[in-house]
């Protein structure tokens, strides 16, 4: 079975800076996809970004980006220029390449971020 | 607008009294799952669905039932809710296409067990 890990329950950076938000996972899968999704207080889960683990280019969406690295299973966020709509709980996700959607995402257990003004 | 519906956002029962939280989708997806969140857990699924009266146990399916009868709902069922069911429960929906894992979730059902 697959296992999501995020060592960092919570995170807190300055306005303006960068911030990285570390997850690794457990597969035995050579493809599968990789996901980051953003809860903020109203609890609405938000893709913030994808990665197929068969394109070795790291997926970027604006000041989103990852750091994909299949041969360690890790798979990082990194927020740039952080703003205080980016406070939220963050996860990490993994979700098989065969079967479909429907055999469901493997989850972390999120991390906190607090943006400090 | 392309959207998962859930019915109802809020809900407070009592142990043993049977209830259902709808979900519905508008994208023509075939894929649809439930999952539950709890604090320190991450979400974790239920009950998944690859399309019409085709359903299977995910990684927490005790006291849950489900069914796919239309391909648009997919329902969840404590038929005897417990207070160990309390928790945050999302429906989630994904194409079986080349957007397949992508997966668009409800708002959410907060649902207390007493």
């Known amino acids: 079975a697959q296992t999501v890990t995020q060592s960092q329950p919570e995170m807190s950076v300055q306005e303006a800076e960068t911030v990285t938000l570390s997850c690794t996972y457990d597969?035995?899968?050579?493809?599968?996809?990789l996901f980051w999704y953003k809860q903020p207080p109203s609890r609405q889960m938000i893709l913030v970004i994808r990665?197929?683990?068969?394109?070795?280019q790291n997926a970027t969406e604006n000041r989103f980006s990852v750091n994909f690295q299949k041969a360690a299973k890790s798979f990082s966020l990194k927020i740039s220029d952080s703003q205080l709509g980016d406070a939220a709980m963050y996860f990490c996700?993994?979700?098989?390449?065969?079967?479909?959607?429907?055999?469901?995402?493997?989850f972390g257990k999120g991390t906190h971020l607090i943006i400090q003004p | 607008e392309a959207q998962v519906t859930q019915n109802p956002r809020y809900l407070i029962t009592v142990t043993g009294k049977k209830l259902t939280v709808t979900c519905s989708q508008n994208m023509n997806h075939e894929y649809m799952s439930w999952y539950r969140q709890d604090p320190g857990l991450g979400l974790r699924q239920i009950y998944y669905?690859?399309?019409?009266?085709?359903?299977d146990k995910g990684d927490v399916p005790e006291g849950y039932k489900v069914s796919r009868k239309e391909k648009r709902n997919f329902p969840l069922i404590l038929e005897s809710p417990s207070p160990n069911q309390t928790s945050l429960y999302f429906c989630a929906s994904s194409s079986a296409g080349l957007a397949k894992n992508i997966q668009y979730f409800g708002a959410g059902t907060r649902l207390s067990v007493l």
């Open positions: 996700a993994y979700g098989p390449y065969s079967g479909g959607g429907a055999d469901g995402l493997t």
């Open positions: 669905s690859m399309n019409v009266e085709v359903t």
């Open positions: 990665q197929e683990a068969y394109k070795q």
């Open positions: 597969t035995s899968e050579s493809d599968y996809y």
